[in-house]
């Protein structure tokens, strides 16, 4: 299946702003983040369209997967 | 021994008072609003004589505790009407709190017309002539001062807005670096303008080390506490490298990034003024610093140094609420543009927050052209910066701005300009602007934390379960932190570090030698908040005032399409406490 995977802040550096990429069916975001060799603890927050989710989230075909690292402001 | 200066504008005199033994143990915001609470009539004019402006430098101030250096300014707002309490980097806390002033409070105003400058040193105040600064922006006074006394003078100063008592202008602080911080928000540079106070400057001539009455215990708590602020992802790498402005994108992706005047939700252009963008342009050019502190002994350095392509000084200090405000909420594209306004901002004395809304709702109004970077730079030097007639009515903020044209789409509580957070797709800091006491202010009970960030847990930014919790007792906490002095992020690492938030209280209780419990200090935070909604009951306020603009509950916000659907009595259960 295709999603649109968009990396933010630190997580772009070596890797990429915005790319479509190819995952297995029934991919999770866990299974995507080792697949970019983000380590899990790395994670700050997750977005399929908009919305925050787990790490077990299991992705469906042409979503949009937003990765953050921890970063806050304000 | 600490001593409290008082001022009065009306006989030009200075008492040194002693420290009433309840004032002991506060600083920061819980002695600026007992003072105003116990002394400033509810119902006055905030720009009358029986509004008096406070200073106070926060529990913590010109210790070696990392984050320290903040200063609260309170008083009646005339923005708001409310209880105001605003604070500050800079030079000013540190110096306060070493020359053992506890507190300063302005009252009166002069009989004779004439413009003055506070000058403070160990002794007390003088009353100096001000009239060959009157008419400069603060750029030109801060140079003026510098020159008269040396770089170390601490300065305190309003632009022309200021002068003019337009409910938009702030009081801007010398920082480190001669450039400037702000007390923001609600008008107090309007307060000071009307005492005729044109500039205080701080001596610290004299000045000693603040007094710790346990210093072992003080150490060893300072040493957990500024550990707490470098092992967090976000204080100890996530804010130095990217600044406030990495929220930009994730606002964005979350939907809840108020864009063209609060009409959507998400902003096409997010990317040119994001905070990963503003890293890498003021990185690749020369001078151009990406960390920066706004007061001695910050070392979570969130601020920076923003150059123009040949490395001159555009401005610091560029937050990402101001950067959301002109670059997304009023759509202009340039990064330097947005950055060359700010600099405006800082130098003729307005609020940034409230500059860049209601520059989105002039746009609304057709004053100038959405995205128009150019056109809003000439307004704020030559409109609101000369206080001309359509100046007056920008520069009186938001609110002002909707009435003289009519609209309805007015992004304000209690009249101060909502920031970058919309409240009907991030519903808890809705709960925070429809409540807090200081009307419309992400600071006072920063739910994005938990809403967006995930610290401190997870509540769903789009559900209404949890939020009205939530947002109550980061206003608690919060009124709590802002009276140590310290910075807003050391939230951050007390949300998610257990051992923080105990160091922090800690260094309180050994600063001046007595018990204190996190219980006791999150209590005071809860007494001081229940003070100042006190005051503005007093001043006029009812539960109705605590709601947002009717314009959130009828306009879908896309792309989650959501609206602001709190109930009335769901919104009060904030003050069941």
């Known amino acids: 299946m295709k999603i649109t995977v968009k990396l933010f802040a630190g997580f772009r550096d070596n890797r990429f702003k915005m790319a479509e990429q190819d995952f297995p069916e029934a991919a999770t975001v866990g299974d995507i983040l080792t697949a970019l060799n983000i380590d899990g603890p790395e994670l700050g927050v997750a977005l399929i369209d908009g919305r925050h989710v787990l790490p077990e989230q299991v992705l469906v075909d042409g979503q949009i997967l937003s990765l953050f690292p921890k970063v806050g402001g304000g | 021994m600490d001593k409290i200066f008082r001022v009065n504008m009306s006989d030009l005199t200075c008492k040194v008072e002693k420290v009433p033994a309840e004032f002991v143990t506060l600083g920061g915001r819980a002695l600026t609003s007992t003072i105003v609470a116990a002394e400033v009539p509810p119902m006055c004019h905030p720009l009358g004589p029986n509004n008096k402006l406070v200073f106070a430098p926060g529990q913590l101030s010109g210790t070696a505790a990392a984050q320290s250096g903040r200063m609260s300014a ?55 002539d001000a009239s060959e600064l009157v008419g400069k922006q603060n750029f030109a006074v801060i140079d003026a001062m510098n020159a008269k006394y040396d770089t170390k003078i601490g300065v305190m100063t309003i632009g022309v807005p200021g002068e003019n008592r337009l409910a938009a202008a702030n009081i801007s602080v010398k920082d480190p670096d001669q450039k400037i911080r702000s007390h923001g928000r609600g008008g107090l540079g309007a307060v000071m303008g009307s005492k005729m106070i044109k500039c205080i400057t701080v001596d610290a001539t004299g000045a000693g080390k603040v007094e710790i009455a346990d210093p072992e215990k003080f150490r060893a708590a300072a040493k957990v506490f500024a550990k707490g602020m470098l092992d967090h ?46 890293h890498d342009t003021i990185a690749g050019r020369p001078n151009g610093h990406t960390k920066h502190g706004c007061h001695a002994g910050c070392i979570i350095q969130c601020s920076q140094v923003y150059v123009d392509e040949k490395g001159e000084y555009i401005t ?41 809304v209601l520059l989105a709702v002039a746009m609304e109004a057709g004053v100038l052209p959405w995205g128009d970077g150019k056109e809003g730079l000439r307004i704020m030097n030559e409109e609101i910066g000369k206080c001309t007639p359509i100046g007056r009515i920008l520069g009186n903020g938001t609110g002002s701005v909707g009435q003289a044209f009519g609209l309805t789409r007015v992004p304000v509580v209690k009249n101060q300009g909502i920031p970058a957070y919309d409240p009907r797709s991030v519903k808890g800091i809705g709960i925070t602007y429809a409540t807090s006491t200081q009307g419309a202010d992400h600071t006072a009970g920063y739910t994005i934390a938990t809403n967006i960030l995930k610290v401190g847990g997870f509540v769903d930014p789009l559900s209404k379960d949890g ?12 009124t709590a932190v802002d009276s140590t002095g310290m910075c807003i992020f050391v939230a951050f690492p007390c949300l998610d570090i257990p051992e923080v938030m105990p160091a922090m209280v800690d260094m309180i209780a050994a600063r001046y030698g007595v018990d204190m419990s996190v219980d006791d200090f999150v209590g005071m935070g809860a007494k001081i908040l229940k003070m100042e909604k006190e005051f503005n009951t007093a001043a006029g306020f009812t539960a109705e005032d605590d709601r947002l603009p009717e314009f959130f509950e009828y306009e879908p916000i896309p792309p989650h399409n959501a609206v602001w659907d709190f109930t009335p009595a769901e919104i009060d259960e904030v003050w069941n406490f």
């Open chain 2, 74 to 128: 309170g008083a009646k707002s005339p923005l708001t009407g409310t209880i105001k309490e605003s604070n500050a980097g800079g030079t000013t806390a540190q110096q306060f709190a070493k020359m053992g002033i506890k507190a300063m409070i302005i009252e009166g105003q002069p009989k004779d017309n004439k413009w003055y400058r506070l000058h403070v040193t160990m002794d007390g105040v003088t009353f100096e």
């Open chain 2, 233 to 278: 992802p976000v204080t100890g790498e996530g804010l130095p490298i990217y600044g406030t402005n990495v929220l930009i994108n994730i606002l964005n992706e979350a939907g809840g990034l108020p864009t063209k005047n609060f009409k959507y939700g998400q902003c096409e252009h997010h990317d040119k003024v994001s905070g990963e963008t503003m």
């Open chain 2, 316 to 356: 610091s200090g560029f937050e990402y609420e101001t950067v959301w405000g002109l670059g997304i909420n009023c759509l202009i594209e340039d990064l330097d543009d947005c950055a060359r306004i700010d600099n405006a901002m800082d130098n003729i004395g307005i609020d940034s927050i409230e500059g860049a």
């Open chain 2, 467 to 478: 939020q009205v919790e939530l947002s109550r007792n980061l206003q608690i906490a919060t």
